[in-house]
């Protein structure tokens, strides 16, 4: 079952908006991890916050995690078409174990 | 480096036929994962396999086989294919030791007629 629900299902923006997407879960985590997918292609890891942390940057990424409300964000900044993709949460659970529960995905539109 | 390695990248088959997707990584990772993907349904994990030698079950292992030939290679079989099992599958490593981060191959598209 998935552990991860993202919000929106599909977002279409336009090139140089910023796209905010959410993922709640509902067990305790070690990590969570966003993914990105391209039509057609295998998922491609964005970025990782583990649980003692409540943001991290990269590049035009932004994440924020809130243990106490078990969300998390994504926010891309100034989008550009080649952002058009599927996004993907997915959560690690305590105990070390590698092993992710993924999301149902958001499905990313940008506009030229 | 390649990295994770996938063949075939389509395939159909008939209704009982059966057929072993392989997938290889180059990175001297050491957990290996079979994923099925389904529209609007993100990933569900088929079977991992922690460690050369080791494999588990995962949240859909039902009617699925793996094998974990070498640490490099990690291989899904259907025995008896059902038009349920039509899906994209993907393979996934880690390299472990502390760390999380997934890496994909390009997926194995099949449809069972």
């Known amino acids: 079952s998935q552990q991860g629900e993202e919000d929106p299902q599909a977002l279409s923006i336009q090139e140089g908006e910023n796209a905010t997407m959410n993922c709640s879960y509902k067990t305790s985590i070690n990590n969570l991890q966003w993914y990105r997918q391209n039509s057609g292609r295998g998922l491609v890891h964005l970025i990782l916050?583990?649980?003692?942390?409540r943001e991290k940057h990269s590049g035009r990424l932004r994440v924020t995690l809130d243990t106490s409300k078990k969300s998390s964000s994504l926010l891309i900044t100034a989008s550009r078409a080649a952002d058009t993709a599927s996004y993907f949460c997915?959560?690690?659970?305590?105990?070390?174990?590698?092993?992710?529960?993924f999301g149902k995905g958001t499905k990313l539109t940008v506009n030229p | 480096n390649a990295g994770v390695t996938q063949t075939p990248k389509f395939q159909v088959l008939k209704t009982g036929q059966s057929m072993t997707l392989q997938c290889a990584q180059d990175m001297n990772h050491n957990s290996m994962y079979w994923y099925r993907q389904d529209p609007g349904m993100g990933l569900r994990l088929i079977y991992y396999?922690?460690?050369?030698?080791?494999?588990d079950k995962g949240e859909v292992p039902n009617g699925y086989n793996v094998s974990r030939l070498n640490k490099r290679e990690f291989s899904l079989r259907l025995e008896s294919a059902a038009p349920s099992q039509t899906s994209v599958y993907f393979c996934a490593s880690v390299r472990g030791q502390g760390t999380y981060e997934q890496y994909f191959g390009p997926g194995t598209r099949l449809t069972v007629t």
């Open positions: 997915a959560t690690g659970t305590q105990g070390g174990s590698e092993k992710l529960v």
């Open positions: 396999s922690a460690s050369e030698g080791t494999t």
């Open positions: 916050i583990r649980s003692n942390e």
